[in-house]
Structure formats: C-alpha cells, structure tokens
C-alpha cells in the first residue's frame, strides 16, 4: 500500500512536459517514435527516440538508469551509496568509477556555488524525511546536532583507489540532486552508441534531448506552473540547448500550518529556502554545467544569477515566491509565458 502511495504521488509530480508532436501535413510520413515510460529513482522516466533501430536503443538506455539507481539508491542497504553512508566514520569503502564520477561532480559544484548544493546533506534530508517522514518537522535542537554532519569538505575521494571516506559517524551522502541527472547523460550517450539521432529523455524534470524533432523543429518543453499542476508556466525551445532540468517546491513537499516545507534543503541553515519555488536551467550538454538548479534553488534569484556566470551558454528562469519570474538576457525570445 505504501510502496503503491508512492508512485501515485510520484505521478502527479511530473513537472515537465512535451510540447507539439507535430501534426501538419508532412506528419503522414513521418517517422514512427519508440516511446517508453518507466518508474525509476523514484519517478517517471520517459524516453521518445526515432530512427531505426529505436525500440533496443531505448531499452540500453533505461539499462543505464537501472544501473546507476542500483549503485546510488540510498533507500536500498545494498547500494554502493548505502555502503558508504553505513561505513560512515569507520571504513572507507571501494565503489564504481561512476560514483566517484558522481561525488567528484557535486564537490566541485559545492565549491562553484557557495556549498549551497553538497550532496552529504544526507544527515538533513533524513532527518527532515520529506515525502517519506508524513508531516514531521523537526526540532532546533535537532537540527542544530545534523548541521556538523553536513561538510563537502571533509568528504574523502580517492580516485586512483576509487574509494569515498566519510570521517564522522553520523554523515551521509543523498545523490538525489545528481544521479538523475547523470543517469540522465549515460542514457544520451547509449542513445547516440546506438546510433539514435532524435530523442527525449525526461526523467522527472531532468530532460535530455539528441537533435530536433523529427520534422526539423527544435523540442519544446514545457515548465509547470509551481502552483497550478495542470498549467504551465512557460515553454522553452530547445534550439540552442539540449539539457534543461528544474528543481522546485512542488515536486515533493508538505504543508503544515499553511507552512510549505519541501525536498530542498539548505545545507548551511538546514532548513527550506523559500525565495524561490521553482527553478529552471538549460544548457548544452558540452559544457558540463550539470546538476545547477537544486543549487539555483538555494541560492536564490541575486546570487543565483552571479554564480550562473561562471558558466557561459547556461541560462536561468526563477519563479520567486511572490509569482514574479526572472529570466536570464540568453533566454530571451526562446521562452513564451
Ligand atoms: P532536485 O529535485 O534535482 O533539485 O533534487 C532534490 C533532491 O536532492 C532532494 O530530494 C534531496 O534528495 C537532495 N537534496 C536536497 N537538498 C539538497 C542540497 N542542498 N544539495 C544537494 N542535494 C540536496
Ligand atoms: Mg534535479
């Protein structure tokens, strides 16, 4: 029942979604897409990919979600991640070159960003259990004891042995931030092995996109309106990007006492940052800038868009608390509200 509560919750968090197959006259003729949803990391994935040879092409890229949800699922005790966070004070523990890939990508996003992404939250997200705990929010005093145990600096990676050390018992690492969106990029990559060269993956407001549309048009994706499920609150063309991920309150969250709490925390107070309530980001997969719109989040709209500069070609829209939105100059005439 409980396992079953939480799909269902899961499927009315889609945030994003695909705009405009195409129906014109040229749609008679146009190729046949595979399209495939799956529940995984816990939520929905959709891959679309046309071209021949599409249909075992998409499932080598649902492979890669697999994988990479076995090593870092930290709900699973036998997740490599489970490993490390169980080892926590004790043992440094060997893992997959892939989970080193991951931490080494998130600690240098914790330098970039003020540390307001750092994936050891672990402590705070487990304490606070949004979308796991039901309504519970926790004590000062509780908070205050999980706050030492949050440090990006003290995590140990030793890419030659490739093994990850946590010094203090008690610390724990959540790769909910990141592995989507890695998964996300090994499923492109097994998309384009295989020759694919028109796709969309959506893996829960990570999306992921390999050329255009079948008929030529860029892909466009939808943003959800933070407060109205059914509507949207804007529409991106993907012309110039073929990543875009957003991170908001909505996807996971609670209220209590008119008080919304949601999944993000942030990792220096260890509570929820409420300037914003959604953030999108798009950018091109070569220039690596991964995994920004939890740290978005936090930051908020000012210093948000300050750190946004360090990476060029990387745009932003935030949705502040007050319904106003914020959009970066690169985005402009590639977003409709
Ligand atoms: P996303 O929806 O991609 O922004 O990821 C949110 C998830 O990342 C949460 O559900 C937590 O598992 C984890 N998380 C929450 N706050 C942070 C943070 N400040 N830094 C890194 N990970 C976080
Ligand atoms: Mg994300």
């Given at each position: 029942m409980k396992g079953l509560r939480r799909i269902l919750l899961s499927i009315s968090l889609i945030i994003l979604v695909v705009l405009g197959a195409g129906c014109g006259p040229g749609a008679l003729f146009a190729p046949k897409p595979y399209k495939e949803t799956q529940f995984l990391m816990d939520t929905i994935i959709d891959i679309t990919a046309y071209g021949q040879g599409n249909e075992a092409a998409v499932k080598t890229a649902f492979d890669e979600f697999k994988r990479i949800n076995e090593l870092t699922n930290?709900?699973?005790?036998?997740?490599q991640v489970s490993k490390i966070n169980q080892a926590a004070g004790k043992d440094k523990v060997q893992v997959d070159p892939d989970v080193i890939a991951m931490l080494k990508l998130a600690r240098s996003r914790s330098e970039q960003l003020d540390g307001a992404l750092?994936?050891?939250?672990g402590a705070l997200t487990e304490l606070w259990g949004?979308?796991?705990?039901?309504?519970f929010v926790p004590s000062q005093a509780e908070i205050k004891a999980a706050l030492?145990?949050?440090?990006?600096?003290?995590l140990e990676i030793d890419d030659k042995a490739n093994t990850v050390f946590?010094?203090?018992?008690?610390m724990s690492i959540d790769l909910g931030a990141v592995a989507k969106s890695y998964a996300n990029r090994k499923a492109i990559d097994a998309l384009k092995a295989k020759g694919i060269k028109s796709a969309l993956v959506n893996a829960g407001g990570e999306v992921r996109v390999i050329g255009t549309r079948p008929d030529g048009q860029p892909w466009r994706v939808g943003v959800q309106d933070p407060r109205n499920?059914?509507?949207?609150?804007a529409k991106i063309s993907l012309s110039d990007w073929d990543s875009l991920e957003t991170s908001g309150d909505y996807q996971r969250f609670f209220i209590k006492d008119n008080v919304r709490y949601a999944h993000i925390i942030d990792p220096r107070t260890g509570v929820q940052p409420r300037e914003v309530v959604s953030v999108t980001i798009v950018s091109k997969?070569?220039?690596?800038?991964?995994?920004?719109s939890t740290a978005m989040f936090v930051l908020g709209v000012e210093r948000g868009q300050e750190l946004l500069k360090?990476?060029?070609?990387t745009e932003a829209v935030f949705i502040t608390n007050d319904g106003k939105k914020v959009v970066t100059p690169g985005l402009a005439g590639k977003i409709e509200f």
């Open positions: 930290r709900f699973d005790e036998n997740s750092d994936i050891t939250v949004v979308g796991h705990k039901g309504e030492p145990l949050v440090d990006y600096r003290l946590l010094p203090k018992t008690g499920t059914e509507g949207l609150a997969s070569d220039n690596y800038a991964d995994v920004l360090q990476y060029p070609g």
